[in-house]
Structures are given as structure tokens and as C-alpha cells.
């Protein structure tokens, strides 16, 4: 049985994660590690809460500690790292929480599993690792920067982030790099596009749109809303991520997109028909500092080398995803308070 730990399990992509792995892996063991900060949401986990394949620990992974003691409890064969702070906007605003979390938290990490999985532990020439052992970095696209009108990223391109949240993440993907080189830790970084689907939290563009849409609220839109972006279905993407952990070359990149290049004010638009609501709703705002304006990833790389493919067309994630919104909104009612509201405000009203 290979026991994986995941850390932010309870996030979006992170949940979507745990229960494709349990679902697909019958023999295999998850930990789950979330601190539960307001994008971590047990709901999300459902049933798997009763999984006996599935282990809760409610912690930090800036706790070094804590972490010493679940590679301590649990044979840990794998990690995946989603445990993150995500949001641009959040960074501007508090730039240091991304840095302690994304760089702080993933070196903690690094060093746990290069201590546990080392066969010579105390010699520091040693690169011998058990064998079938994997960490796996769980990037961002927006670490390669902006593109231009056209051009895609690719994994050889150099790293320009833009804000403090891509600068944290950009940061943390050289350290990753840097286990691999300087002491052998079997690594892999995945950088993905835009995700959307079931769960995600109401401060990114799609599930907040929704958000507004259904309650007749107006649908903030920065700047001319033409920012295009690259969307990824978070099913199509925990795929990706599995085909990586099993199949990926020790030391590799690999880049995940949807091949769906679509503007935010579209996207916006399409909520809006679908739900049958006015472009009234639309409410142009300040664009914020350092937007960039184009992402698109080029997946050739996992394509051809690991199989790999989207199965999603935007149009059948994004039909299956505003239905999913429109029939969970206890869910999204739990999620939209307190501490949200208080958010929300600071950046849009």
C-alpha cells in the first residue's frame, strides 16, 4: 500500500484530489494535512471523512513538529503539495502570509521527506532514497510571467513573476529544484492553468461570478475584463497530477493547461445567459496592480511524454459546474460569511 500525504486536502483542488486518488487507487492510504483557513473546508471531504484510506490531520505546514510527526505516524511513500495561499488579490493586500506559507512551508516539507526518505540519513553525500518514493510541487502558470498577444509557456522558459502570490510559489519551485540537485530528492513540479469546477472557494473569478449571479448581486469586473487565461477543469488537472506521481520522469516540469483560452468578460457573460440574468449585473472596477493580461500554457511535454490529455471541452466543464453551484448553494452559504464578507468588501465595494 503507498501512503500519500497531502497536504491542503481540504482546499479546492486539493479535496477534488483526495477523493479522485481514493477513488481510482483502492489500496492506497491518504493523509490529508489542512490548516482550515477559510479556503479549507472539511464539507468538501463528504464521506471520506469515514474512509478508513483517509487520514484527517488538522495542521500547519509551516510546523515543523507537526510534520515531523506524520512522517513519524504514517509510512509516508508520496507527497503532493497543494497547501498554498492562492489569490493575487490576497497577496497585494498581505504578501507576507504567501511568502511563510508557499516558501517556508514547502522547504519544511522538503526537509522532512528528504530526513525520512534518505536510506543514510546522517551522511549528506548520500542520494539513495527509498525506493518508490515522490514529492510533487503543485505550481501556477503565472510563474513564467505575462504573454504578449500570442506565444504560450513552456517548461524551458525562465521564471518572471509579477506578484508577491507568484513570486512565493516561483520561489518555492526553486527550492523544490534545488532538493533535487544538491541532495537527490526524487522531485516533481507540475504548473497548471486556470481551475474551475466543484468546491472551489467564491473569491476566484468563476465560482464568484456564480456567487453574485444567483443572488441578483453585481459581478465585479477588473478593468476591461479582457484578461485572458488559459481554464483547466480541476478533474481534468487531479489526472494530470496522478499521471505525474506515476509515470513522471524523477526532476521533471511539467506544464498542465486546457486548451481553453478564454477572456474574463466572457466567461462572465456566460454565467449570465446561463443563468438567465442581464449584463446590468456588470459592474466594471479598478483594475488591480500588476494584472497581467494573457496566460496560456503549451502541454505538448505531458502530452507526448506521459500520455496525458484534457478530456473536458469548456463548454461541458462550464455546464456541469454552473449546475453544480445551482444545486449546492447550502454549501456556498456555509462558505460566504464572516470572514469573506469582511474581504470581499475591502477589495470590491
Known amino acids: 500500500m503507498n501512503t500519500v500525504l497531502v497536504t491542503g486536502g481540504a482546499g479546492f483542488i486539493g479535496s477534488n484530489f483526495v477523493r479522485l486518488l481514493l477513488d481510482r487507487q483502492a489500496d492506497w492510504k ?15 471531504l463528504g464521506p471520506l471523512i469515514d474512509d478508513p484510506r483517509h487520514v484527517f490531520v488538522k495542521a500547519d505546514i509551516r510546523d515543523k513538529q507537526a510534520m515531523e510527526e506524520v512522517f513519524l505516524q504514517h509510512r ?38 528528504k530526513r525520512h526518505w534518505k536510506v543514510i540519513p546522517e551522511d549528506k553525500y548520500s542520494k539513495e532514497y527509498r525506493e518508490g518514493v515522490r514529492f510533487l510541487q503543485v505550481s501556477t502558470d503565472e510563474v513564467y510571467g505575462a504573454l504578449g498577444r500570442s506565444g504560450k509557456f513552456v517548461e524551458t522558459m525562465p521564471l518572471s513573476p509579477n506578484s508577491p502570490y507568484s513570486v512565493s510559489k516561483a520561489s518555492a519551485d526553486l527550492l523544490v ?7 537527490g530528492l526524487p522531485v516533481n513540479i507540475t504548473r497548471c492553468s486556470n ?53 513522471g520522469k524523477v526532476g ?48 505538448t511535454k505531458i502530452t507526448t511524454e506521459l500520455g496525458w490529455t484534457p478530456k473536458y471541452t469548456f ?12 444545486d449546492n448553494q447550502t454549501w456556498m452559504e456555509h462558505v460566504v460569511s464572516g470572514e469573506y464578507q469582511a474581504y470581499y468588501g475591502r477589495m470590491y465595494e
Open 30 to 44: 491518504v493523509v490529508n494535512v489542512d490548516a482550515l483557513t477559510y479556503a479549507g473546508n472539511l464539507e468538501n
Open 76 to 113: 509516508i511513500d508520496m507527497v503532493v503539495n497543494f497547501a498554498a495561499e492562492s489569490h493575487v488579490d490576497r497577496s497585494i493586500m498581505e504578501p507576507e502570509i504567501f511568502l511563510t506559507t508557499n516558501i517556508i512551508g514547502t522547504q519544511v516539507l522538503l526537509e522532512a521527506a
Open 177 to 183: 529544484r534545488a532538493y533535487y540537485e544538491t541532495f
Open 252 to 299: 521533471e516540469v511539467y506544464n498542465v493547461g486546457g486548451n481553453n483560452e478564454r477572456a474574463n468578460i466572457d466567461i462572465v457573460k456566460l454565467i449570465l445567459r446561463t443563468l438567465g440574468k442581464g449584463e446590468e449585473l456588470i459592474t466594471y472596477v479598478k483594475d488591480r496592480p500588476g494584472h497581467d493580461r494573457r496566460y496560456a500554457i503549451d502541454n
Open 315 to 326: 463548454e461541458q466543464g462550464m455546464d456541469e459546474t454552473i449546475q453544480w453551484y445551482v
Open 195 to 247: 481551475n474551475y469546477g466543484p468546491y472551489q472557494f467564491p473569491e476566484k473569478l468563476i465560482p464568484l461570478m456564480l456567487a453574485n449571479c444567483m443572488v441578483g448581486k453585481g459581478l465585479p469586473v477588473y478593468g476591461d475584463g479582457m484578461q485572458v487565461r488559459d481554464w483547466l477543469h480541476v478533474s481534468d488537472h487531479c489526472l494530470a497530477i496522478e499521471t505525474v506521481l506515476l509515470e
